[in-house]
């Protein structure tokens, strides 16, 4: 059974940093390609940051230079380090084995100005 544990969340002033976890459980971890995505109000999910097993990394353009994902395979673990937050930033955040259909609850990120 896969689970995706997210944590970090909360609120923030816009100019400052969260850092986002998510513990992945019942998949091969290391090799899978592990993605942060967000969801706003209103809005549709949108792919934030992906990394490969390998640590290859890929960015949307709203967040590049601010955010940055890592991971950790020994604990199952994926991070977003999120930096210089915004306003337009305040979402639920979720991890997901990328294209998979496999998702947690979320962390809810809200920026203020």
């Known amino acids: 059974q896969v689970q995706l544990v997210e944590s970090g969340g909360g609120l923030a002033l816009a100019g400052g940093s969260l850092r986002l976890s998510c513990a992945a459980s019942?998949?091969?971890?290391?090799?899978?390609?592990m993605a942060w995505y967000r969801q706003a109000p209103g809005k549709q999910r949108e792919l934030v940051a992906r990394i490969s097993g390998r640590g290859s990394t890929n960015y949307a353009d709203s967040v590049k230079g601010r955010f940055a994902i890592s991971r950790d395979n020994a604990k199952n673990t994926v991070y977003l380090q999120m930096n210089a937050l915004k306003p337009e930033d305040t979402a639920v955040y979720y991890c997901?084995?990328?294209?998979?259909?496999?998702w947690g609850q979320g962390t809810q990120v809200t920026v203020s100005s």
């Open positions: 019942g998949i091969i971890f290391s090799i899978n390609t």
């Open positions: 997901n084995p990328f294209g998979s259909t496999f």
